[in-house]
């Protein structure tokens, strides 16, 4: 009797340690499934890609469409009437709300980095459509239109009405907002676009310059070889479109 009581103590506290190391087993299993199943899973319907609220000055509810060789980061949100084409990547504390202006269209191989705003002014008004707050592009009518081969760099914003064309540069903290950017155009970084300006094709904006004016905005600078900036866009593009892929665990070659 003697010898059993000495040695139970031991018993007990051999088996308490066992458990504690089990549970911190399970524990770790957990966190990295977890992960792996939010990389795999994110370009699904999830808390973070979800449709609008039913609203007095927006009464439809939409889901947003997104290509499946989109990724759409966990820490990212994607809300209503939004449409992803192929091979986009939104990166973390990305926000494309389609729940206020309406519809919002990205197009493919197009990059929306860390921290970008697309949102967009009411485009609906006691059932009709608030035209001066809807762009449009190809016969279609859009709150945000953001073309194909286009670069939103951290932080900037795109606010609509507002139109970005294909195979252009947004710089960071850059704001477009009532306005229109052409085709291959770079807008460089803490650049502003406002008040209705629209950018010609293949011309960019200088770095924090504030373009308020048609005549301002037509005589910004045209992009040729001495541009510093010209080929940017390119690798951007190829990093993002790399992201993308490798992400939805495919291959990381851009399309």
Known sequence: MYKISRVMPKFVLALLILAILVVAGCGSQQTSTNTTSGAADSAS?????????????????DTP????STFVDPMASVIGNVQLGDNVYVAPMASVRGDEGQPIFVGNN????DGVVLHALETEENGEPVEKNLCEVNGQKYSVYIGSHVSLAHQSQVH???????????????LVFKAKVGSNCVVEPGAKLLNGVVVADGRYVPAGMVVTTQEQADKLPVIDESYSMKDLNKGVLHVNEGLAASYLGGSAESH
């Open 45 to 61: 319907a999830s808390s973070n890609i979800k449709s609008n609220v039913a609203t007095s000055f927006n009464k439809e509810v």
């Open 65 to 68: 469409q997104i290509s499946a």
């Open 110 to 113: 197009s990059n929306i980095q």
């Open 160 to 174: 609509g009405p507002a139109v970005v064309g294909n195979d252009t540069f947004i710089g960071m903290q850059a």
